[in-house]
């Protein structure tokens, strides 16, 4: 089992960034690809950025391509995504998920094919 907790949400002006990390326990996060979703009020769960288990493949929505990057950091059994020049577009719970995927450079973009997730950070833009 792998616990995920995510934190680094709150309230931001429009223009803001945020960095918001997913903290592992329970196993090693190296053995996971790592993917960031959001849901906003009255929508669906939709895909931010997905990373493969050693960080040399990334994979963007287009909706924040060129304003959010995802990475991680294997020792600190850590992902992160970094949101910058955000909109009130981007006001949604952020969550982060987990797939076992050790030396698969696949990266994952649909919700059925995370094995695990975090419970969720709120982020409010505020125009």
């Known amino acids: 089992q792998v616990q995920l907790v995510e934190s680094g949400g709150g309230l931001v002006q429009a223009g803001g960034s945020l960095r918001l990390p997913c903290k592992a326990s329970?196993?090693?996060?190296?053995?996971?690809?790592m993917g960031w979703f959001r849901q906003a009020p009255g929508k669906e769960r939709e895909f931010v950025a997905a990373?493969?288990?050693?960080?040399?493949?990334?994979y963007y929505a287009d909706s924040v391509k060129g304003r959010f990057t995802i990475s991680r950091d294997n020792a600190k059994n850590t992902a992160y995504l970094q949101m910058n020049s955000l909109t009130s577009e981007d006001t949604a719970v952020y969550y982060c998920?987990?797939?076992?995927?050790?030396?698969?450079?696949?990266?994952?973009?649909?919700?059925?094919?995370?094995?695990?997730w975090g419970q969720g950070t709120q982020v409010t833009v505020s125009s």
């Open positions: 329970g196993h090693t996060l190296s053995s996971y690809a």
């Open positions: 990373i493969d288990w050693s960080g040399g493949r990334t």
């Open positions: 998920a987990a797939k076992y995927g050790k030396y698969s450079s696949s990266v994952y973009t649909r919700t059925y094919e995370y094995d695990y």
